[in-house]
């Protein structure tokens, strides 16, 4: 019986995953990157400012590393139950942590909704009905949107 309980969010998870990663295929290299991009990233200890993410692509230097960051962590974001079942308590947190630090980095024009992913897919940890009942899939769609319009 637990097993099957498990399976169905599992199966959705496995879904989420791969749609999400057939969405971001290689983005297009943008141009060179505003000068203000180009200072080197913080340390992952630092703590995020506002004006991290004010340049174009957030905290990121260019649309490549925006594109490939969001989509790992929007994809890792549906797998965090899995990660608890079967890791470390510590990977977990490094998950949770790396989920975090990139719905800082985003950019603007998907920070709230990155960071809404990023607070349903934690929630999931402890309430797998965020995955059955819809909500991460909710979460999810306007990322996914986010990555086909500018990283395709």
Do not use: H, Y
């Not at 791969?18 to 505003?34: D, K």
């Not at 340390?43 to 990121?60: I, K, L, R, V, Y």
């Not at 510590?90 to 998907?110: M, N, V, W």
């Amino acid at each position: 019986m637990i097993l099957k309980n498990v399976a169905r969010p599992l199966t959705a998870v496995a879904l989420l995953a791969a749609s999400a990663l057939t969405a971001c295929s290689a983005p297009e290299a943008a141009g060179p990157a505003p000068a203000s991009a180009t200072a080197s990233a913080a340390p992952a200890s630092a703590t995020a400012s506002s004006s991290e993410s004010s340049g174009p692509w957030g905290g990121f230097a260019t649309a490549v590393e925006a594109c490939t960051t969001i989509s790992e962590q929007a994809t890792g974001s549906t797998l965090l139950p899995l990660s608890a079942a079967q890791g470390t308590a510590a990977e977990l947190e490094q998950a949770k942590a790396e989920l975090t630090r990139t719905a800082e980095r985003a950019p603007d024009s998907i920070k709230a909704d990155f960071t809404t992913l990023s607070q349903v897919a934690i929630a999931g940890i402890k309430d797998q009905t965020v995955f059955s009942s819809g909500k991460i899939q909710d979460a999810m769609a306007p990322v996914q949107t986010w990555i086909a319009a500018n990283c395709g």
